[in-house]
């Protein structure tokens, strides 16, 4: 695949990664686990910042929604440009679950600390740091599955 095409497919990956995060954390909210996510918190420190005017509920929750699915097919699409070779679809499930984990050591333990959003991981007193740990090795497994899906068997540059 070229260039062109690594990141097509890895935009529909981070498309597909993206939506079973979100499946997962509403199935965790369900169940009492997770209460606010990242791209909430984010939203909330834009507002606290005044980027943004003052926002209703329905516009605070299509602003989360579109930076949440930006930052995934952002990712997806870094990953995509990455993945120049190719194994089959346990393989790219296990590196895309690394890649996964990769992006929330970068986002969690770095920028969104640093902008005050919330704190770093390693301050937490709770296991509740492992969710979120969690729900990037799934956001990433599922990219790799999908990409590997599009992609096909075989990858050449």
């Known amino acids: 695949m070229n260039l062109k095409e690594r990141a097509l497919a890895g935009v529909f990956g981070g498309i597909t990664a993206t939506l079973a995060l979100s499946g997962l954390r509403e199935a965790w909210a369900r169940f009492g686990l997770v209460f606010e996510t990242a791209p909430m918190q984010v939203v909330n420190r834009v507002e606290e910042l005044g980027l943004v005017g003052d ?4 516009g605070r929750r299509l602003l989360t929604v579109v930076a949440h699915f930006a930052y995934g097919m952002g990712a997806g699409t870094a990953f995509g440009f990455l993945r120049r070779e190719r194994g089959g679809p346990v393989e790219e499930a296990a590196v895309g679950a690394a890649l996964g984990l990769l992006v929330w050591g970068a986002g969690w333990a770095s920028w969104l600390p640093l902008l005050g959003v919330h704190r770093a991981p390693w301050t937490e007193r709770t296991p509740k740091v492992l969710l979120p740990m969690l729900d990037h090795a799934v956001f ?9 899906a599009v992609g096909g068997s075989e990858r050449s540059d």
Request: hydrophobic residues 45%; without cysteine; glycine residues 24%.
């Open 55 to 58: 926002l209703s509920s329905g």
């Open 140 to 148: 990433g497994a599922t990219w790799g599955l999908a990409n590997w």
